[in-house]
């Protein structure tokens, strides 16, 4: 099981980014699929996810509006697409995945790489 995440950079304030995560060895609609990220000096946050099964989604209040999970119809690739990024958006985002259904405090099973994300002018 692997997962690999791409698509962050550096962005100015208010930019757009578009993350992937592909996945590999299992197939995405048997697990629960987040996006968390571990900013400069704060714990790790759960942004979007997945429930699995019915494919419900959550959001952070923090990006709520800003943000939007999805996924390819191969069930291979999650997509996290960012807008009117800020400054305190910078941060290593990761994609993870996990068995159960939900997760609520982001301690998935498999994680990415990580993708680093700085939002500057």
């Known amino acids: 099981v692997q997962l690999q995440a791409s698509g962050g950079g550096l962005v100015q304030p208010g930019g757009s980014l578009r993350f992937s995560c592909v996945a590999s060895?299992?197939?995405?609609?048997?697990?629960?699929i987040g996006w968390v990220r571990r900013a400069p000096g704060r714990q790790r946050e759960g942004v979007a996810s997945?429930?699995?099964?019915?494919?419900?989604?959550y959001y952070a209040d923090s990006v709520k509006g800003r943000i939007t999970i999805s996924r390819d119809n191969t069930n291979t690739t999650v997509y996290l697409q960012m807008t009117s990024l800020k400054p305190e958006d910078t941060a290593v985002y990761y994609c993870?995945?996990?068995?159960?259904?939900?997760?609520?405090?982001?301690?998935?099973?498999?994680w990415g790489q990580g993708t680093l994300v700085t939002v500057s002018s």
């Open positions: 997945f429930r699995k099964g019915d494919g419900t989604t």
């Open positions: 060895g299992f197939a995405l609609d048997y697990y629960a």
């Open positions: 993870a995945a996990g068995p159960r259904t939900h997760y609520t405090k982001n301690e998935y099973t498999f």
